[in-house]
């Protein structure tokens, strides 16, 4: 089997590359290695991948470049976008239309013509905003709280598109605040790990007291793979554990694990946030059979040592 993957060098693309190695496809990734955070990251993630001779790496833009000619797979994750709620504002707003809503829709255009059993696509629980919906569910009205949601909503709706007029399969993953080895630098549980670990201050936007749907990386991955493999041609879940957890508690979770007391400097909340994250996960559960197998300490603890050792 073959598969594509965009975003192949982030930390869920690479992660996702891999286990679909170690699953026995051949795999094409391609990433345009944007400059959100350090080129050196991204190519550390690939440090394996590029290894395998059943991986090819492809770094071009995906509104650019030719897709026909990576497109004869049998799946599609799509992976690739441009992160970041609080970034998503003012001028940048551009590269978030261009890489979350433009890339789909030339994916998506592209795909049409190809006999692919199943597109993946990675949305986000940026999507709901800031509900009083909790938990929140497929079935609610989506009002995002952030341009990021707007555009991650924007390429949902061009999934569902797709999917009715030109019968493309497409299924979309709604990820609740995804944490684990490869974390993004700029992302709550990574800077408070390097932080704490280096005796500088960590900074909480709001009082600590917002909750999170924290969703170890390995579960994100079991979810895509469930979702390629199942029978439903096209539909939305969540994926999320099920269990928030106020921010607070996580920073103590890592000074337990690391011996350290963290410095915090509590500032104003940024425009943007939601207060609170919360899946319900009875839907890709039934659907799917997706389980939330890791816990957090344990998720944070393999966190904490990909970081000691990076």
Aim: proline residues 2%; negative net charge; contains cysteine.
């Amino acid at each position: 089997m073959k598969a594509l993957v965009t975003g192949c060098a982030g930390f869920i693309g690479s992660t996702l590359s891999e286990r679909l190695l170690d699953e026995g496809f051949e795999v094409i990734g391609i990433d345009s290695f944007t400059d959100y955070y350090s080129k050196d990251i991204k190519e550390y993630n690939l440090k394996n991948l590029i290894l395998n001779d059943k991986f090819t790496l492809i770094s071009e833009n995906l509104v650019t470049c030719d897709l026909k000619t990576y497109l004869d797979v049998d799946y599609v994750f799509h992976q690739a976008g441009q992160p970041g709620v609080r970034g998503s504002w003012g001028y940048d707003f551009e590269e978030y239309i261009y890489n979350n809503i433009s890339a789909t829709q030339k994916l998506l255009e592209a795909s049409k013509n190809f006999n692919i059993k199943k597109i993946v696509y990675a949305s986000s629980s940026s999507v709901y905003g800031n509900t009083d919906t909790i938990p929140m569910k497929e079935t609610q009205i989506t009002r995002p709280y952030s341009p990021y949601g707007v555009t991650k909503l924007a390429a949902e709706n061009l999934c569902d598109l797709y999917s009715k007029n030109y019968g493309l399969s497409v299924i979309s993953l709604r990820y609740f605040t995804v944490y684990g080895p490869r974390q993004r630098p700029e992302m709550a549980i990574s800077t408070f790990i390097r932080n704490i670990l280096y005796d500088k201050e960590i900074s909480i936007y709001g009082d600590g007291n917002q909750g999170r749907d924290f969703t170890y990386v390995d579960d994100i991955v079991d979810a895509n793979i469930k979702a390629a493999y199942s029978d439903i041609k096209s539909d939305i879940f969540n994926v999320g554990s099920q269990s928030p957890i106020k921010l607070i508690d996580v920073v103590k979770i890592i000074e337990d694990i690391i011996g350290k007391k963290a410095n915090i400097n509590y500032l104003d909340s940024e425009k943007g946030d939601v207060k609170d994250t919360y899946s319900d996960i009875s839907k890709i559960q039934k659907s799917l059979g997706y389980k939330c197998d890791f816990d957090l300490e344990k998720g944070i603890y393999e966190q904490v040592e990909y970081i000691k050792n990076f």
